[in-house]
């Protein structure tokens, strides 16, 4: 059950870094053209947090299967 629970708590971290990301994402995309050089790197953030937390539901999923 610890494996699980380790997997919980995982995909809540990793939740609330994809959520940030998302809403950073948001927040450039509000304010453009200003700072649109930071496009990419705000962009392949999200993607990656958003990347991250898929597996690891993938894995809590396949846990709890």
């Given amino acids: ?21 998302k809403m ?9 053209p200003t700072n649109w050089e930071k ?3 705000v962009a392949q953030t999200a993607y990656d947090a958003h990347q991250s937390l898929m597996a690891a539901r993938k894995d809590l999923a396949a846990a709890t299967a």
């Fill in 24 to 32: 950073d994402l948001h927040d450039l995309s509000e304010d453009l």
């Fill in 39 to 41: 496009i990419l790197d």
């Fill in 1 to 21: 059950m610890a494996d699980i629970d380790t997997l919980k708590a995982e995909v809540k971290k990793l939740n609330a870094r994809a959520t940030q990301a």
